[in-house]
C-alpha cells in the first residue's frame, strides 16, 4: 500500500539514496543565484542558457581550506535551476526541472572544479529528445570544466606541446 502512494517506488529502497540528488549538490540561496547571475559567465545551447562562477573551496568557518575536512560538501558542482513563468504552467515548469535534474544527476562529474552553476531552460526542452538533453548537460559541464580549470604556465604549456620555450630559440 506505501508503495502505490508513492507511485510505485519506494523511497526505503536500497540503491536509491545514491540516486537522489543530494542536498550539498544544490544550489539554494537567491543570493547564490544572484551572485551567479551577475558575475559568472554564460554558456548557451540548443535548449538551455547555462550560467556558471567558479567558486573558492573553503571550510566550514568560511576559510579557504587546505584539508580534506572542508572539500566533502564544499568542493565540487552546486547546480540550481530556475523555470519562469514565462515557460508555461506549474505542470510544464516541474517536467523541465525534473528532466534537468535527472540529466544532471546522470551527467555530474564526481570531481571537478568548484563552481556554481544555474541552469535556464528553453521552451524547446520539452519537446527535446531526452538524450539530447543529456548530451547538452554533458556538454556544458566540459565547458564549464574547460573554462574554469586553472591553465598550466606557458613555459609547462611550450614543453608539453613539444615548443622551444619563449626566448630560448637559437638566432644566428
Known amino acids: 500500500m506505501a508503495n502505490s502512494a508513492l507511485g ?3 523511497r526505503l529502497m536500497p540503491g536509491n539514496q545514491a540516486a537522489r540528488f543530494p542536498r550539498t549538490a544544490r544550489l539554494l540561496r537567491h543570493a547564490d543565484f544572484e551572485r ?3 558575475q559568472g559567465r554564460r554558456h548557451f545551447s540548443a535548449s538551455m542558457t ?17 584539508g580534506a575536512q572542508g572539500r566533502s560538501a564544499l568542493h565540487g558542482l552546486r547546480i540550481g535551476f530556475t523555470v519562469g513563468r514565462a515557460l508555461g504552467g506549474a505542470v510544464q515548469r516541474n517536467r523541465m526541472k525534473r528532466r534537468l535534474r535527472e540529466a544532471v544527476r546522470m551527467t555530474r562529474p564526481v570531481n571537478g572544479v ?3 552553476i544555474v541552469i535556464n531552460p528553453k521552451k524547446s526542452l520539452l519537446v527535446a529528445d531526452f538524450a539530447d538533453v ?8 566540459s565547458v564549464i570544466e574547460q573554462k574554469l580549470s586553472p591553465k598550466p604556465p ?4 611550450a614543453i608539453l606541446d613539444g615548443r622551444p620555450e619563449p626566448g630560448t630559440g637559437n638566432r644566428s
Open 134 to 141: 543529456v548530451n547538452e548537460v554533458s556538454r556544458a559541464f
Open 8 to 10: 510505485g517506488r519506494s
Open 36 to 38: 551567479v547571475y551577475k
Open 154 to 157: 606557458a613555459k609547462t604549456a
Open 114 to 116: 568548484a563552481a556554481d
Open 50 to 66: 547555462v550560467f556558471y562562477l567558479a567558486r573558492p573551496v573553503q571550510d566550514d568557518a568560511g576559510a579557504p581550506s587546505t
